[in-house]
């Protein structure tokens, strides 16, 4: 369950560049341009005009997004994530000056659009409302958008694990803080131990992660559609189980 939400809580940013060791402030690249802006060399003979840097770096992102989906972290190489971006080389190396923060930013696109989602199925009546809005909201994202997201996702975090400290669990971390808050917010008034709600977050977690593997294997919209609905199943039946 990927990417980290907003409310009182670290940025999915901050805990990143905290476990990489990084200290450069991703809204600026390294440099020092008199405006913002990112001169292109000419490609492919054509002279192209110089480029907002914050858009540039947002092409990067989205670049970096698709690459790591294609060929996995270790296949995302500048060079290729340049290429993918139509943009020089030496502009990735300007916007961003390690790949690690390059793919920290990625981590950040990432949780940006999943706290949407969240926020998207927050407090909806009472606990399981809520709790069936959650997980039915992340699977829907998942079936509805493009699955590079999710393959960019499961391949990050693999990728954490191996580093320092390990920040995957972090963000995991963050992550399950946000929808135990969601969900203890809409049990209020009722008569639920905070254990459960513990439970809860992370039955909704497991199902939407093993969901979108499954997805992401498979590549079967129709197939995954009436699994969703399964999971979904999955979910009524043990919230009956418990909350009787």
Not at 82 to 92: G, K, M
Not at 177 to 202: C, F, H, K, W
Not at 207 to 215: A, P
Request: include cysteine; hydrophobic fraction near 45%.
């Amino acid at each position: 369950m990927l990417l980290y939400l907003g409310h009182p809580i670290k940025s999915s940013d901050q805990v990143f560049r905290a476990r990489v060791r990084v200290s450069v402030d991703m809204d600026k690249p390294a440099g020092s341009l008199d405006a913002d802006l990112i001169d292109r060399p000419t490609l492919q003979g054509v002279d192209v005009a110089r480029v907002p840097a914050a858009e540039r770096r947002n092409d990067l992102v989205n670049a970096a997004i698709q690459v790591i989906a294609s060929h996995g972290v270790d296949g995302a190489t500048t060079r290729r994530i340049a290429e993918q971006a139509n943009a020089p080389l030496a502009t990735l190396h300007y916007c961003f000056q390690t790949k690690e923060l390059l793919f920290a930013a990625v981590f950040e696109r990432l949780t940006e659009r999943y706290r949407e989602v969240l926020i998207e199925n927050d407090v909806h009546g009472d606990l399981v409302p809520t709790a069936r809005a959650i997980l039915r909201g992340l699977l829907n994202w998942y079936l509805e958008s493009d699955s590079e997201f999710a393959s960019a996702s499961f391949e990050l975090i693999s990728w954490a694990q191996r580093q320092e400290e390990h920040p995957a669990v972090t963000v995991y971390n963050e992550a399950f803080n946000v929808v135990r808050s969601i969900l203890a917010r809409a049990a209020t008034g009722q008569d639920v131990a905070p254990e459960m709600i513990d439970r809860i977050s992370y039955v909704i977690s497991t199902l939407s992660d093993g969901f979108v593997v499954n997805w992401l294997t498979y590549a079967d919209r129709s197939r995954a559609a009436d699994q969703a609905e399964v999971v979904m199943d999955v979910l009524d039946a043990w919230l009956a189980a418990k909350l009787a």
